[in-house]
């Protein structure tokens, strides 16, 4: 493969034939009039909290996942903190989980008072790679006084984790599974839906995903114990909520409470907003999958940049269109070929073709965080960028391409040929 040179960004810029317009956004919810109504209806109804609406909402989202329980919260760090505390997670305990994954997965375990544990990832897939998982613990001799507690898997950027091969193991070594399932909505493996395969699974209704709620998360179950366990911490601990009290006679009297809990509550107006766009759900994931497969077929003449992976029968969301750049001069075939100066010149490489595409009014983002190399992980656990290589190179060479459903063909063509001007210096 001819090796090509990304030039100063300002003369590339420069150079191309028609600044383009009008930005293309790295997603665009897809609001419409329906949630707009639905907003005002809820305003007009005077019940704002965790009341109709969300039940309506945790219902819709149950069904569409196929689980028996679904706890609405006020975001998805929300759900996994009160997924671990449910679990029994708290000090001393240790969690696994992927170095490459948003920050949010690793805080909610130091929330608890646990260690996060970060394992290494899959460069293919971007999850935790489950023969990193049995690798760490063959070495922890069994009288450790931290033995692990939980795996927490994460379904990265809509793809589904091996939970085939981690529920494995967690019921060879007696740990809990807790999955991040926040990029999972509409991500399916052996038609298991995202977040089913384990206690918990935990969404994220953040606009970065595919239905949004402006901000919102939602815990699902098929435990009867986690799920009263979670209504109750999501509501101070209350041992009914609001609603319940509402409905019933003798309302009037406050609940007892029996847990330490938590203001994690869901309004109404996210709800009704969730609601219209639970019910517009296929079509999104759709539209989103049909953009993806545009690109899988322009990205063929762009050898520089790799194209999301999905192992047989196994369906991505694609939550994110994530690409690696340059993957095959990486040495990531194994962590004995990491160079760290060959990952940080091609990341330098990648960071000016992302600024140059933004000048051009093209979004682009890295995918996430390798958590260890963040400042507080960093600093607290001493962390080396070099302790999980394959998360260090996603973190330094992943890229992020615009993708959001009634994306037009223009607009990925676009895309596309601009990398290509970029690349070649044009």
């Known amino acids: 493969m001819i090796e090509t040179k990304i030039e100063d960004t300002t003369a590339m810029v420069s150079t191309l034939k028609t600044p383009p317009p009008v930005k293309i956004p790295i997603t665009r919810p897809y609001f419409g009039q329906e949630e707009q109504q639905a907003v005002e209806e809820v305003l007009k ?24 329980h679904a706890i609405a919260t006020n975001s998805c760090t929300s759900a996994l903190h009160l997924s671990l505390i449910a679990a029994g997670i708290g000090p001393g305990d240790e969690v696994l989980l992927p170095s490459f994954t948003f920050i949010a997965t690793a805080n909610a375990v130091e929330y608890t008072g646990a260690k996060p544990v970060f394992i290494d990832i899959d460069l293919k897939s971007y999850n935790i790679d489950p023969a990193k998982i049995r690798s760490y613990l063959k070495t922890l001799p ?16 809509g793809l589904c984790p091996d939970m085939a091969e981690i529920n494995k193991i967690a019921r060879e070594f007696g740990l809990v599974v807790i999955e991040d399932a ?21 969404f994220s209704f953040h606009p970065r995903k595919a239905v949004s ?51 994690y509550r869901l309004t109404d107006i996210q709800g009704a907003i969730g609601n219209v766009q639970m019910s517009k759900a ?39 269109y994530v690409c690696l750049f340059k993957a095959d001069r990486t040495g990531s075939d194994g962590d004995s070929d990491f160079d760290p100066e060959q990952i940080k010149k091609l990341n330098r490489e990648r960071n000016r073709l992302m600024a140059a595409l933004e000048k051009t009014g093209i979004s682009v983002r890295q995918g996430t965080h390798a958590v260890h190399t963040l400042a507080y992980y960093r600093q607290k656990y001493a962390f080396n960028d070099a302790d999980y290589p394959q998360a260090y190179i996603a973190d330094r060479l992943s890229i992020t391409l615009p993708l959001y459903h009634r994306m037009t063909e223009e607009e990925q ?14």
């Open 142 to 157: 069994r009288n450790n006084p931290t033995w692990p507690k939980c795996i927490l898997p994460v379904s990265l950027f």
């Open 45 to 68: 109804s005077g019940w704002l909290v965790q009341g109709p609406k969300v039940q309506e909402f945790e219902r819709r989202v149950s069904e569409f996942v196929g689980c028996r």
């Open 213 to 263: 709620t402006g901000e919102g998360g939602m815990v699902v179950t098929n435990d009867d114990t986690v799920a009263a366990t979670v209504r109750q911490l999501r509501d101070h601990g209350a041992s009914k909520t609001d609603f319940e009290r509402h409905l019933r006679q003798g309302g009037s009297l406050l609940p007892e409470y029996f847990l330490l809990g938590y203001n």
């Open 413 to 426: 063509i676009r895309v596309v040929q601009t990398i290509k001007a970029c690349l070649a210096g044009r």
């Open 282 to 320: 296929r079509e999104i994931l759709h539209g989103r999958h049909q953009a993806a497969e545009k690109y899988h077929r322009l990205l063929t003449t762009i050898p520089e940049l790799s194209p999301p992976h999905t192992p047989a029968n196994y369906i991505h969301a694609y939550q994110s």
């Open 182 to 202: 926040a990029c999972g909505l509409g991500a399916y493996r052996e038609g298991h839906h995202a977040g089913t395969e384990s206690l918990t699974g935990n």
